[in-house]
């Protein structure tokens, strides 16, 4: 931002001491909102179809592999935890440790979503997917639901990836230490995106999996 | 009064446009994350979009006074669906808060910037790469859209046209619209200047918090829908697809449920600048502040629940239609508040009829026209009389254009000597202004009586009984055409030409009145401490 020389005296009211640091949060917690209604489309769409074929459902959820996606919900919790304690650790001045548990972070995110290509590659193996003839030879109910699972957790999942490619820019900016005790608030912001991911999991896991 | 305008000279400051930063050339347009450049760069593409949208309308009523003369069956549907494309999506749902509200938020309530510039850059992007995509879609192989603005399904995943395209330029679009609304509430909660309490923040800033919350809160529900639409498109999923079990009546509430708030995303900042507009060429104080405060936050919340009106004889229970009818009247209730409010102020005002002025009071005009004929259709009875016919053409334009289209002339009018730093002609600026309002009613209130009498909208081909009316309408297409252009070269002369500012020609009482014509590179030298309303509220 070109800023004049003269000016630079000039304290902003919302600036003191450098970053304001309540409008960023204030900014991301506004995004986390378009966020949440984004799903909510999505979910309006599952609890309609679902009303409307609450048997198909039923019995699609029966098809789902209860186990990986049990070990998917525990991996996502666990970097949830993971994060958290990132930014606790930059917060007490640990830069190697938050730079761990960041990583860690990451790690989890990818092994999630290589469960996640484990599950749909099995399903799409069976031939079960959108538009497939298998699928197309379903009753309604079963169509809907298996595209709501191929579209929910499709784009839930390209979520997950944006999340772990934001910490791997978290992950730079510590170790550069332009991220610091001092001036966290990205980390945070990015911590509060990953816990958001986290939660349209912990909705998506029981309406998929757990409604048989 | 000359002497004030040399005095006037002396102290101003190198302008904005001196401060180009890094780059030079268009760079240092594109790269600049001034809250006042991006805010023209917005505003010049935002015109040149609505000068096309303009040509194709007149277009559509060529065709339809000579049906295959000059466009066919298949071309009649691109070129409607894209001038809805382009007026909505490229136009006036981006409008007023990116050209204005960019331009002077930051300004008004005393800031150098907006809270997040680079976020407000990249939104600037956006909506360059939204609308080049969309263009796009006209001009690769295959056919331009052919869906009519609204995309319904299940036509739009089943026709050859090139939906998928345009619909993503749309998604890109509404990131932009997001980005803008997150970056203006933040803006207005953290960047005032001290002793800019909420009560004391000018009209148009409240109004553009409204519109942004709408925008963060409604956009992303079109956001997923038209991934949907796409998805639906490339991977053959039918969740609108009744094939496939899916449920075309549900597209319309998804895209309702955005785009009847959109409505408002448009109309209230226009009302915004209605509320600057009055007070300041009445000479007199606003009328009732709070009123015009908290019916836009009334508009901007009810406004969420009235989106099942456009889809009254879509399919729906009786009593939702009822929830939906009613619900609909109320939020009628806070725009006649603030009707009362702008026409009160100009009680006892001392009144100056300069061009802002002419367009405002036609703003209230028309608006009041559009509202009330909006509660003609709004009720079950008569609307399922003239659904799907000329009256509700006619009603979305006198609300759309005659509401927002005028209010964005008064804004332009009122705060070109700001922007630029010159005048206009006066003279030049009233004709103009009496062509396009004169044309528009020619135009838009034939088809009142044309809907009126059954005649169905989107049609080829009108049946021949519509025909006199039909060309009254296509004549005053004309009219406003040449009153589009006698304003816009009035404009564009005086940007070369015109004789130049001061810092406040029209008396105005908000901040950016009080420095210089055009605007210093960071606003102010030196932050100002508000110590009362701008409107003579405490």
Known sequence: MAINSDSESVVRPAEKGGVDYAGKKIGMWLFLFTELLFFGGMFLLYSVYRAQYPAEFHAGAQEENLLLGSINTTVLLTSSFTIALAIAAIRRGDRALSMYMQSLTILFGICFLIIKYFEWAAKISMGIYPDSQLLLNMGKGDILFFSLYFVMTGIHGIHVLIGAVAISIMLVYTWRGSINRNSFVRLENTGLYWHFVDIVWIYLFPLFYLVT | ?538
């Open chain 2, 1 to 538: 009064m000359t002497e004030a305008r040399a005095d006037d000279m002396a102290q101003q400051e190198p302008s904005f446009y001196h401060e180009h930063g890094r780059y030079r050339g268009v760079f240092a347009w594109l790269m600049s994350t001034d809250h006042k450049r991006i805010g023209l760069m917005y505003l010049g593409a935002l015109l040149s979009f609505f000068s096309v949208g303009v040509l194709l309308g007149v277009l559509i009523r060529l065709s339809l006074i000579a049906p295959g003369m000059v466009l066919n069956a298949q071309q009649y549907n691109e070129v409607f669906t894209v001038h809805g494309i382009i007026q909505i999506f490229l136009f006036i749902i981006p409008g007023i808060p990116v050209a204005f509200g960019n331009f002077f938020l930051p300004i008004m309530i005393g800031a150098r910037d907006v809270a997040f510039p680079r976020l407000n850059r990249l939104t600037l992007w956006l909506y360059l790469a939204g609308a080049a995509i969309v263009l796009l879609s006209l001009f690769i192989k295959g056919e331009p859209p052919d869906t009519g603005w609204t995309f319904y399904a299940p036509y739009s995943i089943q026709t050859k046209a090139n939906v998928s395209l345009a619909v993503l330029g749309v998604f890109v679009l509404g990131f932009s619209s997001i980005f803008t609304g997150l970056n203006f509430v933040t803006t207005i909660h953290r960047m005032r200047a001290p002793g800019m309490g909420w009560f004391r923040l000018p009209l148009f800033v409240w109004t553009l918090y409204a519109t942004g919350w709408v925008q963060i809160l409604a956009t992303p529900v079109l956001a997923i829908t038209l991934v949907f639409i796409i998805l639906g498109r490339i991977f053959g999923v039918g969740f609108f697809d009744p094939s496939k079990g899916g449920d075309p009546i549900l597209y319309e509430h998804l895209f309702w449920a955005y785009s009847h708030p959109a409505v408002y995303i448009m109309v209230l900042p226009a009302m915004g600048i209605i509320s600057e507009v009055m007070p300041t060429f009445a000479r007199h104080r606003i009328f009732g502040y709070k009123a015009i405060v908290y019916s836009a936050l009334g508009i901007a919340t009810v406004g969420y629940f009235v989106w099942g009106h456009h889809m009254f004889t879509s399919g729906m229970s009786d009593t939702a239609r009822i929830v939906f009818s009613f619900i609909t009247f109320l939020v009628a209730v806070p725009s006649g508040v603030k009707v009362f409010n702008w026409v009160a102020t100009l009680y006892k005002g001392s009144i100056q009829v300069d061009s802002p002025l002419l367009f405002a009071l036609s703003f209230i005009f028309l608006f009041s026209i559009g509202g009330l004929t909006g509660l003609i259709i709004g009720s079950l009875a008569p609307n399922l009389h003239v659904h799907g016919t000329y009256f509700i053409v006619a009603h979305f334009h006198y609300v759309m254009f005659g509401g927002v289209g005028f209010a964005i002339f008064a804004g332009l009018h009122y705060w070109f000597p700001k922007m630029f730093g010159r005048m206009f002609s006066e003279k030049v600026a009233k004709t103009g202004w009496a062509f396009l309002f004169v044309g528009f009613n020619v135009l838009y209130f034939s088809m009142f009586i044309l809907g009126y009498q059954g005649m169905p909208r989107r049609y080829f081909e009108p049946p021949p009984q519509y025909h006199g009316w039909s060309v009254v309408s296509t004549i005053g297409s004309w009219l406003l055409a040449v009153g589009i252009i006698i304003i816009f070269s009035n404009l564009i002369r005086s940007l070369f030409k015109g004789p130049k500012a001061s810092s406040n020609p029209w008396g105005g009482r908000t901040l950016e009145w009080s420095i210089s014509s055009p605007p210093p590179a960071e606003n102010f030298t030196e932050i100002p401490v508000i110590k009362e309303g701008f409107y003579g509220n405490k």
